[in-house]
């Protein structure tokens, strides 16, 4: 199987190559957070579920280390998750599928409301972490304002807006889907 760099932008993507990985024997060790490299650990080849969070640091603990803040660890631990490694802004958590006997359980947010948040958290980092390229466009050589800058800079502009445009859509999709 065909080793791949962790995709920040497709979680869902990334917990089914997770547990590809660990049903051919390959259990996550970590993620790089500088290369997106994940390193793997022989194991014995059996069914996982994995799922990736997007950590927030509870108001008990002040820091970004998920593995130093005991009021989220307990929260997911309680309910038999282990965590297996972090990558900022993701916590990565895995259980056996034994030990799901319903559906829900094998999701870390079950409720309409808990998944609605979790996706408006995953859709504003999306925003935020690409709201560089147009900041750039518009500081790239101010000091020359030639038609074919303004041009540029407006198709950077546009295509932005157009991903912030994709992404409100989807969340009001869901929300839609939620309420019904």
Same mark, same amino acid.
């Given at each position: 199987?065909?080793?791949?760099?962790?995709?920040?932008?497709s979680?869902?993507?990334?917990?089914?190559?997770?547990?590809r990985?660990?049903?051919s024997g390959?259990?996550v060790?970590?993620?790089?957070?500088?290369?997106?490299?994940?390193?793997?650990?022989?194991?014995?080849?059996?069914?996982?579920?994995?799922r990736?969070?997007?950590?927030?640091?509870? =108001? =008990?603990?002040?820091?970004?280390?998920?593995?130093?803040?005991?009021?989220?660890?307990?929260?997911?631990?309680?309910?038999?998750?282990?965590?297996?490694c972090?990558?900022?802004?993701?916590?990565?958590?895995?259980?056996?599928?034994?030990?799901?006997s319903l559906?829900?359980?094998?999701?870390?947010?079950?409720?309409?409301?808990?998944?609605?948040?979790?996706? =408006?958290k995953?859709?504003?980092?999306?925003?935020?972490?690409?709201?560089?390229?147009?900041?750039?466009?518009?500081?790239?050589?101010?000091?020359?304002?030639?038609?074919?800058?303004?041009?540029?800079?407006?198709?950077?502009?546009?295509?932005?807006?157009g991903?912030v445009?994709?992404?409100?859509?989807?969340?009001?999709?869901?929300?839609?889907e939620?309420?019904?």
């Amino acid at each position: 199987m065909k080793r791949q760099k962790f995709n920040k932008f497709s979680p869902s993507q990334m917990e089914v190559y997770f547990y590809r990985m660990h049903l051919s024997g390959q259990a996550v060790k970590q993620v790089s957070s500088w290369s997106g490299r994940v390193e793997f650990v022989a194991c014995k080849p059996e069914e996982m579920v994995y799922r990736l969070d997007f950590y927030q640091p509870s =108001k =008990k603990e002040v820091g970004f280390f998920p593995e130093y803040d005991d009021h989220y660890l307990s929260f997911f631990q309680d309910t038999g998750w282990e965590m297996v490694c972090a990558v900022s802004p993701y916590v990565v958590w895995r259980k056996p599928v034994e030990a799901v006997s319903l559906p829900d359980e094998a999701l870390l947010y079950n409720d309409r409301e808990s998944l609605y948040q979790y996706q =408006k958290k995953l859709v504003t980092y999306r925003i935020l972490s690409t709201a560089i390229f147009p900041l750039l466009a518009l500081t790239w050589r101010i000091t020359e304002w030639k038609w074919q800058h303004i041009a540029w800079n407006g198709m950077i502009l546009l295509v932005w807006l157009g991903f912030v445009g994709y992404q409100g859509w989807t969340l009001s999709q869901l929300k839609k889907e939620l309420i019904r």
